[in-house]
């Protein structure tokens, strides 16, 4: 097959995803993480100043706010006390930049994403090209049509978000280190280590690269048997040499960042942000570095790193399968996956798996000795390089407590879509021996068919897609909530269906529960009248609307487990109430008689 045609199709394919991705992207309200994110990237190219969202690295908040300087008469509102006072006000501040200081909050929105979609855009043709050049042209083709029609990746890579910079980051990395380890010589050396500090600046779940590579290159050894004295004391070189410009590159992006960020109110936001870490000795370090001058740019970035691991160790509170805790469930990453990825690829997938187990079977071909196994990873190394990072990422996912989205094990996705394709390619090509090849090639453009049929239908609400096991889109919140659902991305159908339906403009003031970073006031001004869940049923007016979204309905219909002391169970009286419509897929609107 000649090369241009696997490129041009491969072109169509991104061609498509960035078009369902920018058209779908327009009609979503900011979602909560973006409320921190996207004014704390203006405020860092801008303010040189990283007091804001310390426990995400910069660069793809930089990239998201690249648009917005070419905006004129933006108002950062530097007197204000969310940026003057405390410690930390992401959320404060974000609101009050975005709704409260002037601003075309929904302008300042659209720009911000398009660099997100053009960096999702960016990561597919990384995938396709990692693919082709390790597995050839069909396996790159597959592969990147899983990823471009995923509603997953449609969904998270329209959002001013660090999930598909780390995505990225990690097909980045391992992309070069298989390129240095075929080829070592200096220049792969280079580039492997500046993708490794890209990746480590993109997101600090990334440090899991770091056991990654030094076992990677340690099986390496031992697969090809060049695992002797020397070359052990070779490679530890590198690493340090590796190591070093990894930190190099790390303070001086953190340097551009904190240059008008005051020593004095660093090293106090530190101490406080940190007063109540578990992990003292690496707690002192930290406030160390932050009162060494020439340390203080590493030790922001120590900081963040300290912050994100305390919050995977204790997690958030959760709704999952009709219950609701602080913390995680050890199976939570598994069940979501199974009901949010498009059932067609796992049809494929496991179908594929259980196939060539059955294969092996038959043919008496399981063979569990030492040398066996050596050689086949030797002839296999790529695919097992793949492999073994999604047992690292996903172990560490799920023996955390951060249970809050499936966009957290969004980086061991692409690998997983190249493992697939390449079990369908051996497949294939048994099939041509096969009584009913055509039949099998049928059923494989079927599954293939309804992949691509179950993300075209969901659009635009690519956020909240669930796949049939579920019931569907509209059924999934009923399984799990936050990000995998109900981020806050309706408000703004929500303005819509009031203001150009006939239903809707019957309502005057309405009382609304919202969750996610849009702001609620920006958008309905006095007619919206927040209302707290957790207030008894009896105090609600009667004769008036209530809209809730669907993450704090679920919360207050949750069953507590796990000696949960928060209020739960205040919303299951809205189970016999009427509900007269629903916006989007979150947000549900009741008539309270």
Known sequence: MSKKIPNLIAVLFLISMFFFAFFSMKGDSLTMDELAHLPAGYSYLTQRDYRLNPEHPPLV?????????????????KDHPSWTEGVNNQWWFGNQFLFKSGNDADKIIFLARIPMILLLI?????????????????????????FSF??????HGRLVTTDIGATFGVVLTTYFWLQFLEKQNWKNLILASVSLAIALLLKFSLILLVPFLVLLVFFY???????????????????LLVGFLVFLIISFVYYFHIQNYPQEKQISDTKIILESSPYKPLKDLCIKMAETSFLRPFAHYFLG???????????????????????????????????????????????LI?????????????????NYIKETFKNHFVEFSLILFLIIYWLTSISGNLNIGLRHILPTFPFWYILVSILVKKFLERAKSFKYQNLYYFIFALLLTWYLVSSLKTFPYYLSYFNELAGGTWQGYKYVVDSNYDWGQDLKRLKNWLENTSEGQKIGTFYIDYFGGADVSYYFQNRAIPWQGTKPKEEFPKGNYLIVCANNLQGGRGIPVANFNQPTGYYRWLDNEKLIARIGTTLFVYYIQ
């Open 61 to 77: 908040k930089d990239l998201s706010a690249i648009p917005l300087l070419f905006l004129k008469n933006i108002n950062f509102p």
């Open 150 to 155: 995923s509603p997953n990746f449609i969904a």
């Open 221 to 239: 050894l031992y697969f090809f048997d060049k695992l002797s004295l020397k070359t052990v004391w070779q490679w530890f070189l590198r690493f």
């Open 122 to 146: 960016l990561l597919g043709f990384l995938l396709f090209k990692f693919a082709q050049k390790f597995f050839g042209n069909f396996v790159a083709i597959l592969s990147l049509f899983f």
């Open 354 to 370: 259980l196939f060539f187990l059955a294969v092996r079977v038959k043919e008496k071909k399981f063979n569990f000795s030492l």
């Open 305 to 351: 790193l300290l912050m994100a691991t305390q919050r995977t160790a204790f997690g958030n509170t959760v709704y999952f399968l009709g219950k609701i805790k602080s913390g995680g469930w050890r199976y939570y990453f598994p069940v979501v996956w199974l009901l949010k990825e498009p059932l067609a690829l796992h049809l494929i997938a496991f179908s």
